[in-house]
């Protein structure tokens, strides 16, 4: 079983490229964003904990999302591999998934500058039901607010507003850097250009999957 693991700034195209893989090689993506949205979505007790953590742009705590991802790799769908999206992004995460067995692991950290990265999330819009991502400007949905994918409400999610991005670029740098230094020590990790068009960050993507 192989894992991937997509590393970036907020921005950075991590769960578009997630998603791309997810489509075309069948990997199961695992975003701890997508997994805590929707736990405060249902109000569960794990969202209530992970809530105001999440809308000032700062982590949730370790001990939260090492179960939550602990108990979704228990699950049997992973087939040959999945991809991770914004899991591990401190170190003491590294080494809960390092703990986690598979046959190899690739990690690939989506390099982008952070005024193009703040500009595609003061523009994104993502469904509030299946995730799935758009931007006002360049990928708006087919119908204004309505998901294409699931019909769910396509909104502005209530962490890209300017002053949670800020936060969350700021604990990006001070947590998640050497999250990624780690990674490149255990020789497991390539970096690409994530600017311009998601099509073509793709394509440099996938030759370095298969
Ligand atoms: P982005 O990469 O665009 O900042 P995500 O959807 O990956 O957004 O994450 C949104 C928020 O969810 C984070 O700002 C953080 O509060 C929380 N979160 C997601 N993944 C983790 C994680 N691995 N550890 C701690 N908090 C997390
Ligand atoms: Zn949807």
Redo the contacts with the bound molecule.
């Keep these: 079983m192989m894992r991937l693991i997509l590393f970036g700034a907020?921005?950075s195209g991590?769960?578009t490229m997630g998603d791309f893989i997810q489509r075309d090689f069948l990997f199961p993506k695992i975003?701890?964003?997508?997994i805590?949205r929707s736990a405060v979505q249902q109000d569960s007790a794990e969202g209530g904990q992970a809530r105001s953590?999440?809308e000032s742009?700062?982590?949730?705590p370790d001990e939260l999302?090492i179960e939550m991802v602990r108990q979704r790799l228990s699950r049997s769908d992973l087939g040959t591999g999945y991809v991770m999206?914004?899991?591990?992004?401190?170190l003491t995460?590294a080494e809960a998934l390092s703990r986690i067995a598979c046959e190899s692991e690739k990690a690939i950290f989506i390099e982008v500058s952070e005024a193009e990265a703040v500009e595609r999330?003061l523009s994104r819009l993502t469904c509030n039901n299946c995730g799935a991502i758009y931007n006002r400007l360049t990928k708006p949905p087919k119908r204004d607010g309505v998901c294409d994918v699931c019909r769910g409400r396509v909104e502005r999610r209530a962490?890209d507003n300017e002053e949670a991005v800020r936060q969350?670029f700021r604990v990006y740098a001070e947590r998640t850097m050497p999250v990624i230094d780690y990674y490149d020590r255990k020789r497991v990790l390539a970096r690409i250009d994530g600017g311009g068009p998601a099509a073509r960050v793709y394509e440099t993507l996938k030759g370095l999957i298969a």
């Design positions: 907020p921005g991590k769960g975003s701890t964003g997508d805590l953590f999440m742009g700062g982590l949730v999302v999206d914004g899991y591990p992004r401190t995460q999330l962490d969350r």
